[in-house]
Each structure stands twice: as C-alpha cells, then as structure tokens.
C-alpha cells in the first residue's frame, strides 16, 4: 500500500507577493522546562497531568511503544518549477512525514524544536490523554528554542488523524503531517491506499508569513473598506464554477467589491460560496496544494485499471474549504473523521479544515484528475490518477463531478451501528455563540475572546449537548479536542463540524476524557484572532 511520496514533496513556484499573517493559539511542554505558558487546573477544574488523567491513560490499552523522533525546523522547499522559498516543516517536506501507527499501541514522539521560536503538537482528533493534548498556556509548556518534548499516549481509536501545532499560526506554514492509527482487524479490503492531504500556501511568498497575514486581517478590514465590501460577489466570482478558467497564481492585484487594489489587501477575500452560506473565506492564496504539490506539477498515483483504492482526505488549510472529485469515477465514503459511516456514494465532498474522509473508489482505464477546488476562491489544486499511457488532462480541465449536484457533506451521512452513540438524553447543555465579523476581525465565543481561564463546566460521566450558535456571517469549522461528538439524527461522529452563518447545530458527546479541552474554530486567523474556548472537566 502507498500514501504520501517517499521523496521530499514539492511545491510549485509561487508567483505573486503576499503579505498575510498570524498570532498565537498555543504550544506544548519542553522536557528542558518553560518560563510561561504553564499548564492550568486550579480553581476545583481537573488538571492536565492529575490523577483523573492518569487513571483514564491507565484503563486504555497500551500495547507496545512506536517510537518516532522528529524535527521542527527551518528549511527551503522546492515548490515545483525550479522554484524555492523558505518556510517552518517537519524536515524537509511538506506535509512532514506520514506517521502509521496501530490502535491499541502507544506512541511515543519526540520532538526537537530547532526553531527560533516555541513550539508545539496537537493529535488533531485523537481522544488521548490530556496532558499530552498539545496546547500550551492550558495543557502544557511550550517547547522552547533549543528544547525537545516526547509525547507519549495511548492511540486508542483507528482513523484518519494528523498532527500540527497550536502556537500562533504555525499550522499555516508546513508544519503539518499526517497519523494514520491503522486497525489490526481492518474490515475493509482495498489493494491501495493513498493519503491525500489538501492545503493553501502563503509562507515565503516574497516574504510573505501567516504572521503577516493575520495583522494585514486585523488592521486591513477596517482600514481598506472591507466590512462594507466583504461579502460582495464580483464578476470573476461569479464563474467560479463555470470550470471554463482558473488560475495559477495571483497577478499582482485583486479585485475586491469591484475595486482593485495592490499590496498587501489583495489578499482579503471577498468572494461567495452558496454551499458555504456566504463568504467563503478571509484570504486568497496565491497556491493550493495535494500533497504539497501546486496545479501546474501535481504529484502522480500510479494503479491498475479494476484496482480497489482507499484514499484517505485531509483538509490541513489555514482558510479553505476544498470540493473534492475523482474526474470519471463515484466516491464511496466509509468513514469521517475516523470513524465508519454507513457507506455513502457521491461525485464530490466538501471538506472544511480540519475535516477528513476516507473513501473507497475502483479505478478506471486512463489518466484522471482529482481535483481540489479551493471553495468560492476562483482556483484549484489537484493530482492524477493513471492506470495507463496517455496525455495528462490540462491543468484547467475540472472534473464535471464537481459540479454535478452539490458536494456531500457531514450532514448527509448516517453514522455506522458501531459508531453510533447510544439514545440519552442530555445531562448538559453548553451553548457556544460563535461571534465577530470581518469588519472589526473580534471573533470569538459568546462575544469574548479566548481567556484560558474561562472554562464551560463539565463532569465525567454525563452526555453533554454543545449548541454552536452562528451569529455571525461567515461558516465556522469548530473542532473539539479530545472527544468525538455526534451529529443529530443519527449523523456520523466527528471532531470537526460545519456550522453555517446564522445557523444553529447541536452535537452530543460522552464526557469520559477528563481535563481540559479546547473548542474552537479551524479557520487559524478565526481562532487566533479569539474564537477559543474551554470545556473543563469538575473535580
């Protein structure tokens, strides 16, 4: 079985300036120390490394140790076409390097921060123990310039997960890579598989950094007109699904609202998306990659003509929503987030950041484009399929699955029996009213923003309905750490769930991970900006 490229990934060159940016999510400890970020649990909440902790990682199976070492550091990454630009990653590739381990084993992760600033590691998905979660100012120190940290957690749970750090935006350069938990008892039967991992890029474009994106986003909307702009369809935007064009890179202006602009404000986004109820989004990016891998030089999986494929999607994008189709075939889902559905067959899927979908698909004669449409943002990334010679589609062509119906979504699917949470009312309510607007860029939660000392209590044992109340008129991907929860009626389990502007959506979960565990939106310049918030768990 194959997944990501054994050869350091490329990148196609990035052709345009940008400047764009971000702050500060969190980190993680440093087994050298840490002089801030310390790990909360005062005030009767559980904390991170108590004895509730303890004793939940005692009752998982441990199985043996998988032990991996890796490196943040700094490097230059060929992007495709001769061209290079200097970014943070696991090593020299992007995405870093796939990590498989098996369910019911224990990984045991040491990371050496080579970087000139803290670091840190969240298990995207992973129900593990809290201390381990990855986040600091809240379950950990950050890891230090200079330092190392090993995490090290039972893998309870099979699926398809990946990792990134919770400090600032980091996650929006290369530091991202994925974790598949294989299942010793695997149910399915495929004769490859391949991990497909979506993204926009920004880091190194002239100089541009996530950092600079996010202060552009804090001062530009207010500044350059954009809460009065925001939200309008331009004409190029309204062909976003003509598939007649796209684009390749970003010409040196943007058009916003009709006006055009130079600078750094050409990319603040202002186009629409009817699946996404509104803006699609907050940035334009200059690429959109799989596998680390632009439009122009697209990465090439190899099969024969009959050949059952799994293919394992993950959204790591900073702001993106991404359309996904095989050009000539059905995709059948089999599971989100990590966990089964009841197979489902569709043309395309939405996946919002944060979000993943494994799939099952037959292959066919002839050379395929799968393709990744950057939702309501005018441009594509995408790979081939080959099972045979042939010319490559042109890089413009899109697949007339992308437009045939709209793309599958979470809400369409029916958890699998094994998956599904049994009937119970809930114990607790915590209602979450997502916040802000582009205008002022004051995301956050039930108007505040993020505070790690504000906590939604929570006690172990009870089945907790969390009410995500969109006030505001951009969507939201809201993630849940530590836990999965279930969609209404029946719906799949998930970590990371859609949530419309102005919609309401009501999750359930079981509290029986204690400590404490963030909620927040995976848009990174949302949550940075402030949409965060705590569940803890009582004493």
């Known amino acids: 079985m194959r997944s990501l490229p054994t050869r350091p990934t490329r990148r196609a060159a990035l052709r345009t300036g940008a400047a764009l940016a971000g702050g500060g999510l969190l980190a993680a400890c440093s087994t050298s120390g840490g002089h801030s970020s310390e790990a909360k649990g005062s005030d009767g909440y559980v904390e991170p490394g108590g004895s509730e902790v303890r004793a939940a990682e005692a009752e998982r199976r441990k199985g043996r140790t998988e032990r991996v070492r890796l490196t943040a ?16 990653a696991y090593g020299d590739r992007v995405p870093g390097e796939e990590i ?34 990855g ?44 974790l598949i938990v294989e299942d010793p008892e695997e149910p399915l039967r495929y004769d490859k598989e391949w991990v497909v991992v979506l993204d926009d890029w920004v880091d190194g474009v002239e100089g541009s950094t ?10 530009g909307m207010e500044h350059d007109g954009m809460g009065g702009e925001h939200g309008k369809q331009d004409e190029h935007s309204k062909q976003d699904m003509s598939g007649e064009h796209d684009m390749h ?22 186009a629409t998306s009817e699946v996404l109820g509104g803006d699609a989004g907050d940035v334009k990016y200059p690429h959109y990659l799989v596998n680390g891998r632009t439009v122009a030089d697209p990465e090439t999986f190899r099969a024969k003509p009959g050949d059952r494929i799994r293919i394992r999607f993950i959204n790591a994008g900073g702001d993106t929503a991404f359309r996904v189709a095989l050009g000539g075939h059905r995709m059948t889902v089999t599971h989100t987030d990590g966990y089964p559905v009841e197979h489902t ?3 395309a899927l939405l996946l919002g950041m944060g979000e993943r979908y494994d799939v ?19 441009a594509t990334a995408r790979a081939l399929l080959r099972t045979s010679s042939g010319a490559a589609p042109a890089a413009s062509v899109r697949p007339k699955e992308l437009t045939r119906g709209a793309p599958l979504t979470a809400g369409k699917l029916k958890a699998a029996d094994s998956a599904r949470l049994d009937p119970d009312k809930p114990d607790r309510t915590v209602t979450l009213r997502l916040t802000g607007s582009m205008a002022q860029y004051d995301w956050g939660i039930n108007g505040r923003p993020y505070d790690p000392e504000q906590r939604h209590p929570v006690t172990a044992g009870e089945r907790v309905r969390m009410r995500f109340v969109n006030t505001t008129d951009m969507w939201h991907p809201m993630h849940l750490h530590g836990h999965t929860f279930a969609l209404p009626d029946g719906g799949p389990r998930k970590d990371t769930a859609i949530v419309l502007p102005g919609k309401t959506l009501e999750v359930d979960f079981d509290a029986d991970n204690p400590g404490l565990w963030m909620v927040h939106c995976h848009n990174v310049y949302h949550g940075e900006a402030g949409m965060m918030t705590v569940l803890g768990y009582r004493k």
């Open 210 to 219: 996530p950092d600079a994106v996010l202060a552009e986003l804090r001062r």
């Open 100 to 133: 498989r381990v098996t369910a019911g084993n224990t990984l045991a992760l040491t990371l050496a921060n080579h970087l000139s600033e803290a670091t840190s590691a969240h298990w995207h998905g992973l129900a593990l123990r809290n201390d381990m979660d």
């Open 249 to 270: 890179g970003m010409s040196g202006t943007h058009s916003m609202g009709g006006r055009r602009e130079k600078g750094p404000s050409r990319m603040l986004m202002g």
């Open 135 to 178: 986040v600091p100012g809240l379950t950990q120190r950050e890891i230090r310039p200079g330092a190392d940290f090993t995490y090290r957690f039972a893998v309870p749970q099979p699926g398809t997960y990946w990792f990134h750090p919770h400090s600032g935006v980091q996650q929006d350069r290369g530091l991202y890579a994925p």
């Open 360 to 378: 099952l698909v037959t292959a066919k004669d002839g050379v395929f484009p799968l393709t990744a449409l950057a939702e309501g943002k005018k």
């Open 73 to 88: 550091t700094r490097t230059r990454l060929e992007l495709g076409s001769g061209t290079t630009v200097p970014t943070w």
């Open 345 to 347: 067959a569709t043309d």
